[in-house]
């Protein structure tokens, strides 16, 4: 074999051999992609809240309905889990998982589109961004709320006023 012949192989050669790996990473990454899709996490909650222990959870199904009832429209949720802390009831959670964390993403702002168009029971008083995410305080009802994005998970969580601002710390190391 001469010598152009082996000079021309051996980029080839590279180029299948380079090519090969990005098809089997490319095939790993979808697999994983299709696996968590199809088999998303439970969401779970804390056993307690600012000192105050759960009372009631509802989980996966259940939730996810629930969740949907509140908003009066269907979301692509995938988990969910709700608890409600304390004897009266003085802290509740809502935790909604997604596919994705760009859907989770779109549905936080989606959340404040509709928010800032003040035709809804909750007035923003605050949004604070912390390390890598924004955190959305909110007045209404009674209580105070915050909401934002934990990877794929968005929250929403309602406290006594008296609180919340311990219940919004811990939700925050909770769901980092």
Do not use: C
């Amino acid at each position: 074999m001469s010598a152009e012949k082996r000079i021309i192989r051996r980029p080839i050669a590279g180029l299948v051999i380079l090519m090969g790996v990005i098809l089997m990473t490319g095939s790993l990454v979808l697999g994983y992609l299709d696996r968590s899709i199809a088999n998303p996490e439970a969401t779970k909650l804390p056993k307690s809240i600012a000192g105050f222990s759960l009372n009631t959870a509802t989980y996966g199904p259940e939730a996810v309905a629930e969740i949907t009832r509140l908003h009066g429209k269907e979301f692509p949720i995938d988990s969910g889990a709700m608890g409600m802390y304390g004897d009266t009831n003085q802290i509740s959670l809502w935790v909604a998982g997604f596919a994705t964390r760009i859907v989770a993403k779109q549905i936080v702002s989606a959340m404040e589109e509709k928010i800032a168009l003040g035709n809804s029971p909750f007035i923003p008083t605050e949004q604070k961004n912390i390390g890598y995410r924004t955190i959305y305080r909110l007045d209404g009802m009674g209580q105070k709320h915050i909401y934002f994005q934990s990877g794929n998970l968005v929250l929403w969580l309602a406290a006594d006023p008296k609180v919340a601002d311990e219940a919004i710390q811990k939700i925050l190391e909770v769901y980092p």
